[in-house]
């Protein structure tokens, strides 16, 4: 699996509000229109912290590997969402990752019984 995460920037003079509107309502359904797109996350900074916050959010997508992110991109549907970032970001930075889950709490009976991973 190949994932990008993002640290998004958002423009000049738009609130936090505006900001995570736009993500939610009017990006998230383009980049969701990816060819080959596995799933894709978003994290807004919340709005007490957004005023301090060096960056509007974070997102994450996932393809089946780079091919298949450089084919979503390049196809109608990237160009589309590609062009919407300049509507409500300023930049964004991105890079591939390889996620690790290092800890992961499991909910059941009693409370919360904590999960890591064996070596």
Do not use: C, N
């Amino acid at each position: 699996m190949y994932s990008i995460m993002f640290v998004l920037y958002r423009k000049p003079g738009m609130d936090q509000d505006d900001f995570v509107r736009h993500w939610r309502e009017r990006h998230a359904p383009l980049v969701a229109q990816l060819p080959g797109i596995l799933r894709y996350r978003i994290a807004p900074v919340v709005r007490e912290e957004a005023a301090e916050a060096p960056f509007a959010g974070i997102a994450e997508i996932w393809f089946d590997s780079r091919d298949a992110w450089l084919r979503a991109l390049e196809s109608p549907e990237g160009q589309r969402a590609l062009q919407d970032v300049l509507e409500f970001q300023e930049r964004s930075d991105g890079a591939s990752v390889a996620p690790e889950i290092v800890f992961e709490a499991a909910f059941g009976e009693g409370g919360v019984a904590p999960t890591v991973p064996q070596a």
